[in-house]
Nanobody
Framework: QVQLVESGGGLVQAGGSLRLSCAAS????????VSWYRQAPGKQRELVAS???????NYADFVKGRFTISRDNAKNTVYLQMNSLKPEDTGVYYC???????????WGQGTQVTVSS
């Protein structure tokens, strides 16, 4: 079992920065692909960025060049550094830890990010 706790959200002006953290309990976290998703009011949840167990990263086009995902397996934590934030980045950001072998997928409760114009 893996429990995920997101933190670092808040209110920021457009152009500002935030760093989100996803802290996990459980030793199997290091084998998981960890992803950040976001969900804006009235919209579907969408993938923002992901990082594999070998630290290969993937980004949605709308955050490339602005967001950076990283992981520290010694701390069981994945980070999302968000720069040059835009009002359209507003939403609840969720962390997901997923593995195919062994099969598991866990979600955190989410952290609110609000970018004012």
């Amino acid at each position: 079992q893996v429990q995920l706790v997101e933190s670092g959200g808040g209110l920021v002006q457009a152009g500002g920065s935030l760093r989100l953290s996803c802290a996990a309990s459980g030793s199997i976290f290091s084998i998981a692909t960890v992803s950040w998703y976001r969900q804006a009011p009235g919209k579907q949840r969408e993938l923002v960025a992901s990082i594999t167990s070998s630290s290969r990263t993937n980004y949605a086009d709308f955050v490339k060049g602005r967001f950076t995902i990283s992981r520290d397996n010694a701390k069981n934590t994945v980070y999302l550094q968000m720069n040059s934030l835009k009002p359209e980045d507003t939403g609840v950001y969720y962390c997901n830890a997923d593995s195919r072998v062994p099969r598991f997928s866990f979600w955190g409760q989410g952290t609110q990010v609000t970018v004012s114009s």
